[in-house]
T-cell receptor, first 115, second 112 residues
């Protein structure tokens, strides 16, 4: 009964490189949410996806950031040409349906460090 | 956008003490959620509140949904070392949304 799996747990990138963060939702969950957490801050919503569809990307920066959740495989959050300000913990959450709060399960996150 | 303000920012207590923290908003929330985050981990839901005035317990934790719908409180009784972590309040903005708004958290340290 695996939970939400995120990898890598830690990712170091130099400025200008690309970062790819992966999230495998819990079995049977078809809804994925990405949140970002800056140091000493709460989580901030980025994007909500269902299989093959982006439902709400209102929290995601318009440039350099993209997300997908293909029919097969994990959800990917992609950050192109990373900058130091992208350094943060990125959390993925999944739910079996449009979120009913107690059914939202978070992964352990990917800590992105940009040098 | 809607914001959640948590206080205190941090607390240092002795094992066995009771803890109280709160969360306020300038606008109404119809659901209040309390999460705990351990270092290096994602948040885990502790308590969900859906009704104004509701008081809900989960073991040594008790949370209340404020009557005005603009605040919520979390109490921890007889704290133990494993209560250490960051406690976040969160809720979906008005109108119903998949997007949760989170407070900045209350960092709890428990001295054995």
């Amino acid at each position: 009964n695996a939970g939400v799996m995120q990898n890598p747990r830690h990712l170091v990138r130099r400025r200008g490189q690309e970062a790819r963060l992966r999230c495998s939702p819990m079995k049977g969950h078809s809804h994925v949410y990405w949140y970002r957490q800056l140091p000493e801050e709460g989580l901030k919503f980025m994007v909500y996806l269902q299989k093959e569809n982006i439902i709400d990307e209102s929290g995601m920066p318009k440039e350099r950031f993209s997300a997908e959740f293909p029919k097969e495989g994990p959800s990917i959050l992609r950050i192109q040409q990373v900058v130091r300000g992208d350094s943060a913990a990125y959390f993925c959450a999944s739910s079996p349906e449009r979120v009913r709060d107690e059914k939202l399960f978070f992964g352990s996150g990917t800590q992105l460090s940009v040098l | 956008g809607q914001q959640l303000n948590q206080s205190p920012q941090s607390m240092f207590i002795q094992e066995g003490e009771d803890v109280s923290m709160n969360c306020t908003s300038s606008s109404i929330f119809n659901t209040w959620l309390w999460y705990k985050q351990d270092p290096g981990e994602g948040p885990v839901l502790l308590i969900a509140l859906y009704k104004a005035g509701e008081l809900t317990s989960n073991g040594r934790l008790t949370a209340q949904f404020g009557i005005t719908r603009k605040d919520s409180f979390l109490n921890i009784s007889a704290s133990i070392p494993s209560d250490v972590g960051i406690y976040f309040c969160a809720g979906p903005p008005q109108g119903g949304s998949e997007k949760l708004v989170f407070g900045k958290g209350t960092k709890l340290t428990v001295n054995p």
